[in-house]
């Protein structure tokens, strides 16, 4: 599988970017799909996930903010980003996984597959 994320840009605090994933070589309709993000000098954290199409989960940060979809006929993912802040300013990176646990939905290390991200930039 491979993953290609775009949409990033620079835009200014209480704006909107939707972040797209295309995903190729195989059909990820039943994988889960996730969103991090990297931050300059930070670690990379979770921001959004659908489990398997069905459970969605965001990280606190972003709850009531962002909202991840899903396409599955174009094999694609989304990261809708509303009243967006410039603390999230980062490199944002989509991700897949076939076998993830549930428990294990928030963990970066848990994803096989990753796109290479894309850079959102928000300005005060």
């Known amino acids: 599988v491979q993953l290609q994320a775009s949409g990033g840009g620079l835009v200014q605090a209480g704006g909107s970017l939707r972040l797209s994933c295309t995903a190729s070589?195989?059909?990820?309709?039943?994988?889960?799909v996730a969103w991090f993000r990297q931050a300059p000098g930070k670690e990379r954290e979770f921001v959004a996930a659908?489990?398997?199409?069905?459970?969605?989960y965001y990280a606190d940060s972003v709850k009531g903010r962002f909202t991840i979809s899903r396409d599955n006929a174009n094999n694609m993912v989304y990261l809708q980003m509303n009243s967006l802040k410039p603390e999230d300013t980062a490199v944002y990176y989509c991700?897949?996984?076939?076998?993830?646990?549930?428990?294990?939905?928030?963990?970066?290390?848990?994803?096989?597959?990753w796109g290479q991200g894309t850079l959102v930039t928000v300005s005060s």
């Open positions: 991700a897949a996984d076939a076998r993830l646990i549930l428990s294990s939905v928030r963990q970066k290390n848990a994803y096989s597959y």
């Open positions: 070589g195989r059909t990820v309709s039943s994988y889960t």
């Open positions: 659908m489990f398997r199409g069905l459970n969605i």
